[in-house]
């Protein structure tokens, strides 16, 4: 953006909050299935061995040791849930932020806030950025969103109906 026409301050201007969220390691980790994969098993499997370690104190699971093994399997997919979530809703408010015509912004603080009409020009250049780059981090997010759920809503069926 061209600063002497914009007065978004610069931190708050969607193609630098594009920029910095990128360049965090933590959420750019999003942007590749290899290092998203490896950071979400990694979380899984220090929640599942915690899990476990958490229902070890239990009396119920002496008798039932599968039960035991899959109740901390399926309740340790929760971590990676809550990570895919807030990825996903971080990566989405860019995503609104750049496809959108009018930017909402504070001066001072949050009594003050703005709206900014953006021009043509910045408005194309930021609905490519949106497509080009943030898109496919959404549905990158949302297919692993949904496999989790899936393994969630597996977990849960196979203990109401007792399939072990």
Do not use: H
């Amino acid at each position: 953006m061209n600063n002497s026409k914009c007065p978004v301050p610069r931190e708050q201007q969607p193609t630098n909050e594009f920029l910095e969220l990128s360049n965090s390691k933590f959420f750019a980790s999003a942007k590749t299935n290899k290092n998203f994969s490896i950071l979400l098993f990694s979380i899984w499997l220090v929640a599942f061995f915690i899990f476990l370690f958490i229902s070890s104190g239990s009396t119920y699971f002496d008798k039932y040791l599968m039960k035991y093994i899959f109740l901390s399997f399926f309740g340790s997919l929760s971590a990676p849930l809550l990570i895919n979530i807030w990825l996903f809703l971080s990566w989405y408010y860019i995503y609104k932020r750049l496809t959108s015509e009018k930017i909402e912004y504070e001066e001072s603080g949050w009594y003050d806030g703005q709206i900014w009409i953006k021009p043509i020009e910045l408005k194309e250049k930021e609905s490519l950025i949106a497509s080009i780059e943030v898109k496919p981090i959404l549905r990158n997010l949302t297919q692993v969103l949904s496999i989790i759920i899936s393994l969630i809503l597996v977990g849960i069926l196979i203990f109401q109906y007792n399939y072990i």
